[in-house]
C-alpha cells in the first residue's frame, strides 16, 4: 500500500491466464479501465500467465504493457497458482483472456468490495440476461454443478463456476486450494466461504468468447464433480480437528493487520494466541466441561447475496 499526501493509494493487480489468446489479448487489455481506477485511488499491475502457449500469447501481452509469468504446466489452476505468486496488489481480481469478463466494470466492483467491507467477491454470469453468451449445454451444466455445490457446502452461490473474483490478499493466504485445473475456480469460492472470509456474490454482464473455447465439457466436468466431494469430505475432517476452532479468516485478518507497525504484530499475535488458547481447551457448561463449538462461515461472517 502506498500512502501519498491527501490520501492512499491502494495497489490492484489483474491475474489472467492465458492460453494461446493473442488474438483476444488487444481487446482484453484495453477493456482494463486504468484512468477511471487510477482516479478512483488505485495503483494497477496485469499479470498475464502465459499457460505453455505455442502463439505469441506471450509477446503481445508484453508489448501491451502487462508483467508476463510463464507456467509451462497447463491448467487453469496452475496458471491461477503461479499468478497469484507472481502479483504485489493488496487486492486480486481474475478473468479470463477470452473477452467475456467485463474488466471495465472494475471501479464499480472495488466501490461494492470496499463499500460492504467484503474479503472475498465473486460474481454470478447465470442471469437471463447473459444466456446468448453461453451455449444451453454449458448453462445446464453451470446451473447442475452450482446446485450441487450449493447443496454440500450450504453458501447460497448461485454462480459456482464464475472465473471473475476479487478479494483481498489476506484470503488467498488464508486458504488451501490445489485444483490444477478448472475446479479451482469452485474450489477458491467454497474455500473462502467456509473458512468464514466476509463473502458477497454480484451478478455481473457477460460476453460472447472471442476465438477458440478451450473448455473440455465432459473431462473438465468429472473433475469438478470429484474435487466438488474430495473437499467437502476434507472440510468435514478439518472441522473435527481443535485447530479449526480459530476461525481461519481470523487469523488471516490478524496476520494482515501485523504486517506494517510493531504495535498492530504484537496485538494480532495476542488475538491469535487468545484465540488458539480458548480452541484448546474446553469451556465450563453448567459445571461440566464441554469443547468449544465448532464456527461456522456463517457464525463467523454471513454469505451476503446481492
Given at each position: ?5 491527501g ?12 492460453l494461446?489468446?493473442?488474438?483476444n489479448l488487444?481487446?482484453?487489455?484495453a ?12 495503483t ?6 502465459d ?10 501481452a ?20 503461479a499468478?497469484f505468486d ?12 477470452d473477452?467475456?469478463?467485463?474488466f471495465?466494470?472494475l ?22 440476461e447473459n ?74 454482464e457477460y460476453r ?17 464433480l ?10 468435514n475432517?478439518?472441522?473435527?480437528e ?10 488471516a ?18 488475538l491469535v494466541a ?8 474446553p469451556?465450563?457448561?453448567n459445571?461440566s ?6 464456527p ?11
Amino acid at each position: 500500500m502506498l500512502v501519498l499526501l491527501g490520501g492512499t493509494l491502494r495497489s490492484l493487480s489483474i491475474v489472467i491466464p492465458a492460453l494461446n489468446e493473442a488474438e483476444n489479448l488487444p481487446a482484453v487489455m484495453a477493456s482494463i479501465p486504468r484512468r477511471e481506477l487510477a482516479q478512483a485511488g488505485w495503483t494497477t499491475e496485469v499479470v498475464v500467465v502465459d499457460n505453455a502457449s505455442t502463439d505469441d500469447t506471450a509477446k503481445i501481452a508484453r508489448q501491451l504493457g502487462a508483467n508476463v509469468v510463464s507456467q509451462p504446466n497447463r491448467g487453469y489452476g496452475n496458471a491461477y497458482q503461479a499468478g497469484f505468486d507472481a502479483a504485489t496488489g493488496d487486492v486480486i481480481a481474475t478473468g479470463d483472456a477470452d473477452c467475456t469478463y467485463p474488466f471495465d466494470a472494475l471501479p464499480h466492483l472495488l466501490h461494492i468490495l470496499d463499500a460492504r467491507k467484503v474479503e472475498f467477491m465473486t460474481t454470478n454470469r447465470l442471469g437471463r440476461e447473459n444466456r446468448h453468451a453461453m451455449k444451453p449445454s454449458h448453462t445446464y451444466a453451470n446451473h447442475a454443478l452450482s446446485a450441487l455445490s450449493r447443496a454440500l457446502f450450504r453458501n447460497g452461490l448461485r454462480d459456482s463456476q464464475s472465473g471473475m473474483w476479487i478479494f483481498q490478499r489476506h484470503v488467498w493466504e488464508g486458504i488451501e486450494v490445489t485444483s490444477p485445473g478448472m475446479a479451482f475456480s469452485q474450489e477458491i469460492k467454497n474455500a473462502a466461504t467456509r473458512a468464514g472470509f466476509r463473502c458477497l456474490e454480484v451478478p455481473i454482464e457477460y460476453r460472447v468468447r472471442g476465438g477458440e473455447v478451450k473448455l473440455n465439457a465432459l473431462p473438465d466436468g468429472v473433475a469438478n464433480l470429484r474435487q466438488l466431494f474430495e473437499h467437502k469430505l476434507r472440510d468435514n475432517r478439518l472441522r473435527t480437528e481443535p485447530a479449526r476452532m480459530v476461525p481461519v479468516a481470523a487469523v488471516a485478518r490478524a496476520n494482515a493487520a501485523a504486517e506494517p507497525p510493531a504495535e498492530a504484530a504484537e496485538r494480532a499475535a495476542a488475538l491469535v494466541a487468545e484465540l488458539t488458547a480458548k480452541a484448546a481447551g474446553p469451556v465450563p457448561v453448567n459445571g461440566s466441561l464441554r469443547p468449544l463449538p465448532v464456527p461456522r462461515a456463517a457464525d463467523e461472517a454471513p454469505l451476503e447475496m446481492a
